[in-house]
């Protein structure tokens, strides 16, 4: 019998679990673009008061719902304070510009976290010439940042500063309940100070799709009409609420496991010669690792480790991903561990059929 895959490619691999299903099929039903989804209108209610937000709006995917904040905050010819490793900048195929005319300014920050040093100087003056600046994004957790975990007291100095300045803040959460695991506020304290925040169930959460908007009831209300003309606009889509409702009533405790194993991972490969990894950067359920050129490129090594029963993302030449999630344990991690050492000791940089794409946002 052959084993099954160890799959660390992402924490959107997870299938919903039979109660969840269950959850699904009971759930009940009604046109949502009616507001009649009595399960979606329960959602709504459910994360806006959980964040301390006026109103939320459910939509398909997290895309979609930095998408629609985006469009809500913002004018054709606006331009975003954003981190440059951020998801909106590199994994939302020019969504800002293509969907709302939007151009992003990139900051340079660490780890994907920045702060008002970095912001000196960035809004531009009210001059024909330039992009009125409107909106500072903030990822949390940060995905290609590393899985990092924003303080609580720099979302605070940050969204301060950006407020002074007349400009609206958006969190992207697709990973904030890994951030609250981690952090040590609640996810309410971390968003007061923000506008807008989107959410995603089918991370961590392990919620076949879905995310949340939340914010004040204008911002909601124009993010709302952004979801319709994105083609958003969802019908029965109750069964995907019921799923999200039960995730969050029993699936957000269990994301300290994933960081456990994320760090159980970590700390087995960063003994590996010829890998990379600060164990103290792993902060959250992504671990990031880098692998010396002499080696062979992260695509080969993830190519062998397909080979061998594991996959994980290549992120870079160099660099690979690995994620925790709810359907590893932390005997998979352990063995995935394992095999990299294998792959690592018997040598990859002559495997010819590695995969070339290094797509692997999620
Ligand atoms: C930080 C972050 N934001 C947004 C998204 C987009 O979510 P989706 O894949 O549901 O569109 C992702 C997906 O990985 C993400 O990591």
Not at 34 to 57: C, F, I, W
Not at 85 to 112: D, F, K, Q, W
Not at 197 to 211: A, H, I, Q, T, Y
Request: hydrophobic residues 40%.
């Amino acid at each position: 019998m052959t084993s099954p895959m160890i799959d660390l490619r992402s924490d959107t691999v997870t299938k919903p679990t039979a109660a969840m299903r269950h959850a699904i099929a009971n759930a009940e039903v009604g046109d949502d673009v009616y507001s009649d989804d009595p399960t979606v209108n329960r959602l709504e209610q459910m994360v806006a008061e959980q964040l301390g937000k006026a109103a939320a709006v459910f939509n398909c995917s997290g895309t979609q719902s930095n998408q629609m904040a985006v469009r809500a905050h913002c004018a054709q010819g606006d331009e975003i304070l954003i981190d440059e490793s951020s998801h909106i900048v590199n994994y939302e195929a020019g969504g800002a510009a293509a969907l709302s005319g939007v151009s992003l300014r990139v900051l340079r920050g660490r780890g994907g976290l920045f702060d008002v040093a970095d912001l000196e100087g960035m809004v531009r003056p009210d001059n024909p010439h330039y992009s009125i600046t409107r909106l500072v994004s903030v990822e949390n957790t940060t995905n290609h940042g590393g899985g990092r975990v924003w303080p609580l007291a720099q979302m605070n100095r940050v969204a301060d500063w950006a407020h002074d300045q007349g400009l609206q803040v958006h969190v992207d959460g697709a990973r904030l309940f890994n951030a609250v695991t981690a952090g040590g506020y609640s996810a309410r304290e971390f968003v007061k100070n923000a506008d807008t925040v989107s959410v995603c169930f089918s991370k961590g959460l392990g919620c076949p799709m879905g995310s949340i908007l939340v914010g004040d009831a204008e911002s909601i209300r124009r993010a709302r009409r952004a979801r319709k003309l994105f083609g958003g606009g969802l019908r029965q889509a109750g069964m995907m609420a019921a799923a999200a409702i039960y995730a969050l009533e029993h699936h957000v405790e269990r994301l300290a496991e994933d960081h456990a194993n994320a760090r159980a991972f970590a700390e087995a490969v960063s003994t590996i010669d010829g890998v990379q990894l600060n164990v103290s950067d792993v902060e959250s359920n992504l671990v990031f690792f880098g692998i010396e050129p002499k080696l062979g490129t992260a695509a080969q090594l993830s190519a062998l480790l397909l080979k061998r029963g594991v996959r994980l993302n290549s992120m870079g030449t160099q660099r690979l991903r690995a994620c925790t999630h709810l359907d590893v344990s932390r005997a998979d991690v352990l063995r995935a561990a394992e095999l990299v050492r294998e792959c690592v000791s018997e040598g990859f940089g002559n495997l010819k059929d590695a995969a070339t794409s290094a797509y692997s946002a999620r």
